[in-house]
């Protein structure tokens, strides 16, 4: 179990923020030794109490942003040639990353054999531009680039999760389990996050219901109270990608007590860029929770520990985010 400093109790239901859930804060084991090499070493760190969103901002919540303030998505502006040379002409138009599966089963390094750019896909039309979210005002918003999560949190006075806040938050409150709720994955058979049930890229049986995004509060919440911090949509976090974590400091091979870092906010954004492509210079942020396409065949990162790259440019129909607030802290 993480450990909450004893001063950091849930403040009264007068003193909550709309629609936020108190995180008590405290020391915790981060990251895993188990699973994909980006995920290690595990390393123990601290936060502070704060408040998250209890889901992830819906499509009504960005609706009305959107309204208030008359705010284009990266995605619905066509991209500066200028920030892109080299690239061709034709292919600088607004647009987004969008989900399509295969017709059968694919090379699983190539990725774009299933994601393809494009043109009039939004936050708006998630699936493209003959799509809508007519029904969909409870499911998350997707489509968002980095720049456009910053400006909703500026606009409701909140602020992104580092990654750690993020880890710690989603683990519920228990310290040391493969999945946010546990060690087995569907417990007595109960599906308790959208990912993907079938062969990747090209089958999803759909066993959870949800072949896409699913309703913010369709699975049940984990201890802490917040929904969809696995599964359905990845989340944006403040940190800049790093390859690995830093592992902590030890003496005579055990952890230094005086040095667990607290409130860490990750790696230096120099390192950050994409090694595998040394002419793209884009930074990269921690994506954490992984989403609905994550399959045990491809993509087992449906974990607190999961992190993932994202380029701050980059919007896609899998990728959403939540805020949290540490200017209101319990007494």
Not at 138 to 150: K, Q
Not at 199 to 204: K, S, V
Not at 246 to 269: D, F, I, L, Q
Request: charged residues 25%; glycine residues 8%; proline residues 10%.
């Amino acid at each position: 179990m993480s450990t909450a400093a004893p001063s950091a109790l849930d403040p009264t239901a007068a003193a909550r923020p709309d629609g936020m859930i108190w995180i008590p804060g405290g020391a915790f084991r981060m990251g895993s030794d188990q699973h994909y090499p980006e995920e290690a070493p595990v390393h123990r760190v601290a936060v502070d109490g704060f408040w998250l969103d209890r889901t992830p901002v819906t499509n009504r919540q960005f609706k009305a942003f959107v309204r208030a303030t008359g705010h284009k998505t990266f995605a619905e502006i066509p991209p500066d040639p200028k920030d892109y040379p080299g690239a061709l002409p034709h292919m600088l138009f607004a647009g987004s990353l969008v989900f399509t599966p295969t017709s059968g089963p694919v090379d699983l390094r190539d990725w774009s054999q299933w994601w393809q750019f494009t043109k009039g896909a939004d936050w708006r039309h998630p699936a493209g531009p003959k799509s809508n979210i007519n029904a969909l005002d409870n499911h998350p918003v997707v489509h968002v680039a980095y720049r456009d999560t910053l400006a909703y949190a500026q606009w409701v006075g909140k602020e992104l999760p580092t990654e750690a806040e993020w880890e710690f938050a989603a683990r519920g409150g228990v310290e040391d389990k493969e999945f946010a709720w546990g060690d087995e994955f569907t417990p007595d058979g109960k599906h308790m996050a959208n990912t993907w049930q079938g062969d990747f890229p090209h089958r999803n049986r759909n066993d959870d219901g949800f072949a896409r995004t699913s309703p913010v509060t369709a699975f049940p919440p984990n201890g802490y109270g917040a929904y969809d911090m696995i599964g359905n949509t990845w989340e944006w976090t403040t940190d800049w990608y790093s390859q690995k974590h830093e592992a902590e400091k030890t003496e005579n091979g055990s952890p230094k007590a005086c040095c667990v870092p607290e409130n860490p906010r990750g790696a230096p954004e120099q390192g950050s860029y994409d090694p595998l492509q040394p002419q793209i210079r884009i930074p990269r942020k921690v994506i954490k929770g992984g989403s609905h396409l994550c399959a045990p065949s491809y993509c087992r990162r449906y974990r607190p520990a999961a992190r993932h790259a994202e380029a701050v440019d980059t919007s896609t129909s899998h990728v959403g985010f939540r805020c949290v607030l540490r200017e209101k802290r319990a007494p």
